[in-house]
T-cell receptor, first 114, second 111 residues
Framework: GAGVSQSPSNKVTEKGKDVELRCDPISGHTALYWYRQRLGQGLEFLIYFQGNSAPDKSGLPSDRFSAERTGESVSTLTIQRTQQEDSAVYLC????????????FGNGTRLTVT | DQQVKQNSPSLSVQEGRISILNCDYTNSMFDYFLWYKKYPAEGPTFLISISSIKDKNEDGRFTVFLNKSAKHLSLHIVPSQPGDSAVYFCAASGDGQNFVFGPGTRLSVLP
């Protein structure tokens, strides 16, 4: 079946602009995660959605970052007033949502803020 | 404060030999561990996992060993193949739903 799909694959934006990144999880996956990977670094947790529960936003680095998810489908990550330090690959992952089920990642969106 | 550490940023191994990737963690509440492989321009791909009730899990050429007392796990790849060249991430969870990733180790398998 189809995997996790992210769009766009690449985004170049000017500092100060807003950007919106999209994630389509695997059908039937109730859990959805956003991670960020800066150049040369590991995966940094941003936000986690599980079903209709309130999302875990503990990883969002500032109030310029927000994410939404409609039901158990598409999620969007929005970064307002982008800064150069926001440049990174933004990875979305989904899982069946049960205890101890692995995450399945998309190919990411490479964001470059100039 | 890194809860999951992969102290070797890179590793080179000859084709056909064993690759051993190491991971250490600090949080004693972690009880579920995973390894992911990542190729350039792709997302991480799940390889193998282990629960803390076990000390070994094997899947084909990949074996993960867990030493809870040392808070250490390792991934063994035998025999190593050039296609195994990638960045390998260790991840851990204490509740089975929130995952902490290590910084990764770049494996190069030389033909």
């Amino acid at each position: 079946g189809a995997g996790v799909s992210q769009s766009p694959s690449n985004k170049v934006t000017e500092k100060g602009k807003d950007v919106e990144l999209r994630c389509d999880p695997i059908s039937g996956h109730t859990a959805l995660y956003w991670y960020r990977q800066r150049l040369g670094q590991g995966l940094e947790f941003l936000i986690y959605f599980q079903g209709n529960s309130a999302p875990d936003k503990s990883g969002l680095p500032s109030d310029r970052f927000s994410a939404e998810r409609t039901g158990e489908s598409v999620s969007t990550l929005t970064i307002q007033r982008t800064q150069q330090e926001d440049s990174a690959v933004y990875l979305c992952a989904s899982s069946l949502g049960g205890i101890r089920t692995p995450l399945h990642f998309g190919n990411g969106t490479r964001l470059t803020v100039t | 404060d890194q809860q999951v550490k992969q102290n070797s940023p890179s590793l080179s191994v000859q084709e056909g030999r064993i690759s051993i990737l190491n991971c250490d963690y600090t949080n004693s509440m972690f009880d579920y561990f995973l390894w992911y492989k990542k190729y350039p321009a792709e997302g991480p791909t799940f390889l193998i996992s282990i629960s803390s009730i076990k000390d070994k899990n094997e899947d084909g050429r990949f074996t993960v060993f867990l030493n809870k007392s040392a808070k250490h796990l390792s991934l063994h790849i035998v025999p190593s193949q050039p296609g195994d060249s990638a960045v390998y991430f260790c991840a851990a969870s204490g509740d089975g739903q929130n995952f902490v990733f290590g910084p990764g180790t770049r494996l190069s398998v030389l033909p």
